[in-house]
């Protein structure tokens, strides 16, 4: 199932070109994962307005923190 990116942004692409992000990230993790959930993370960065990156990011932070919680204990 191919990936359709919603073509409505935020900002125009020129603009988003000549940005540039404080930190470069370089690092890339490539991810299995199935229709259901592909379909899932679609529908968050829909209501959210972040991308699939920021949403994995967030879950990778809050996977992190409960992991140490659970280790000091």
């Known amino acids: 199932m191919p990936y359709n990116r919603n073509h409505v942004s935020r ?3 020129s603009f988003k070109k000549k940005q540039t992000r404080a930190e ?3 690092n890339v993790i490539s991810l299995r994962i ?3 959930e ?3 993370l ?4 829909k209501s959210t307005a972040k991308s699939i ?4 990011r967030e ?5 992190s923190f409960k992991r140490r919680k659970l280790c000091m204990n």
């Open 42 to 45: 679609e529908k968050l960065t």
């Open 24 to 26: 470069q990230v370089q």
């Open 11 to 13: 900002e125009p692409k």
């Open 59 to 63: 879950a990778i932070d809050m996977w």
């Open 53 to 56: 990156s920021e949403i994995m």
């Open 34 to 36: 199935t229709d259901d």
């Open 38 to 40: 592909k379909r899932a």
